[in-house]
């Protein structure tokens, strides 16, 4: 299943940004997501998992205390609200069915997320 995330722009550092991850003809209920993303020149990184309760949510150290997972399951969407962005945010990001990427077998286009001033 291949997921899009969308809702990445342009922002100044301190700003914030709310991605959001959806897939159509498939329920995100019930499935753990992932967040992922690849900044130029380097290798992609997990950012977040979103557990399938959401009673519980993993975030890489980077990112712990400014990005916040949840979803809405009526509108079937999963979402990474991002705030305190920094330029080493700049990324594009992605949304997975797996919280490790080494089982997602297809990725979606991404968003980019450009942090600068």
């Known amino acids: 299943v291949q997921l899009q995330a969308s809702g990445g722009g342009s922002v100044q550092p301190g700003g914030s940004l709310r991605l959001s991850c959806a897939a159509s003809g498939f329920s995100l209920e019930g499935n753990v997501i992932g967040w992922f993303r690849q900044a130029p020149g380097k290798e992609r990184e997990g950012v977040a998992c979103?557990?399938?309760?959401?009673?519980?949510?993993r975030y890489d150290g980077s990112v712990k205390g400014r990005f916040t997972g949840s979803r809405d399951s009526a509108k079937n969407v999963v979402y990474l609200q991002m705030d305190s962005l920094k330029p080493e945010d700049t990324a594009v990001y992605y949304c997975?069915?797996?919280?490790?990427?080494?089982?997602?077998?297809?990725w979606g286009q991404g968003t980019l997320v450009t942090v600068s001033s």
């Open positions: 979103v557990a399938k309760s959401d009673l519980y949510i």
């Open positions: 997975a069915t797996s919280c490790n990427q080494d089982y997602v077998t297809s």
